[in-house]
């Protein structure tokens, strides 16, 4: 397996923004249209679930490894596992009946789940994209118009980077909305990967930093 890099980041801390940037999400609501495309899908994946059960989301979920590995742990629960990219959703491993996979962007699914009235038992965000530039920060989640949306579905949050500023931040974000939330330093063996990405970071000698918090 290759070696994988951190993020690497001109950024040394909390972004000076970031603060700003959470208060404006939360105090107003997000106006992009959704793509066309994006409520058929959704509806069609919400079809697919069993009424009676708690769902547990995998956002990101990449090519799903971690979606099936949720839906063994979790038998009880509907997992459903959603990513943009067509390439890696493709390339899914075997799936228990309790999985289901979606192709979406997050943006629009999560406003579409909320306005369904989901509340979820879980919800993981494992290693998103961790857009290091700080230019870039709206690209990350918890600084992103969508932040609101998001924490709207309640449930046991876990976040997990290899990038700590993105750990750092999004507890903070978390506690402007106000939740408690801490980052911790997992200490992982390749077995406890959670994620394929995840794995490969452990092999790499990465830290890892987890963020969890109850959003109900
Ligand atoms: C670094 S990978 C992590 C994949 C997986 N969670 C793991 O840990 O192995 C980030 C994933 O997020 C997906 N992603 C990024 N932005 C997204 C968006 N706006 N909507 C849906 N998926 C997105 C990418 O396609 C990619 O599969």
């Avoid at 990513?83 to 493709?90: I, N, V």
């Avoid at 930093?209 to 959003?215: M, P, Q, T």
């Amino acid at each position: 397996m290759n070696k994988s890099s951190v993020p690497v980041s001109s950024q040394v801390g909390i972004h000076p923004r970031l603060v700003e940037t959470v208060q404006r999400h939360l105090g107003s609501t997000w106006q992009r249209p959704l793509r066309a495309y994006s409520p058929p899908a959704f509806a069609r994946l919400a079809g697919r679930l069993r009424v009676d059960r708690r769902i547990i989301l995998d956002s990101g979920c990449g090519t799903g490894w971690s979606t099936a590995r949720l839906a063994v742990a979790h038998p009880d629960c509907e997992i459903v596992g959603v990513d943009q990219s067509p390439a890696r959703l493709r390339r899914h491993p075997p799936l228990p009946p309790n999985a289901h996979l979606a192709r979406a962007d997050l943006a629009d699914f999560w406003r579409l789940a909320r306005a369904a009235g989901w509340r979820l038992a879980r919800h993981y965000l494992l290693h998103p994209n961790p857009w290091p530039k700080p230019g870039q920060l709206q690209r990350r989640w918890h600084a992103h118009p969508v932040w609101p949306d998001l924490l709207a579905l309640g449930g046991e949050l876990e976040l997990r980077s290899n990038f700590e500023i993105y750990a750092r931040e999004f507890a903070l974000a978390l506690q402007l909305a106000g939740f408690s939330a801490d980052v911790e330093l997992l200490s992982l063996n390749a077995e406890d990967a959670a994620s394929l990405f995840e794995r490969k970071y452990i092999a790499s000698g990465h830290r890892i930093f987890r963020v969890r918090a109850c959003l109900d």
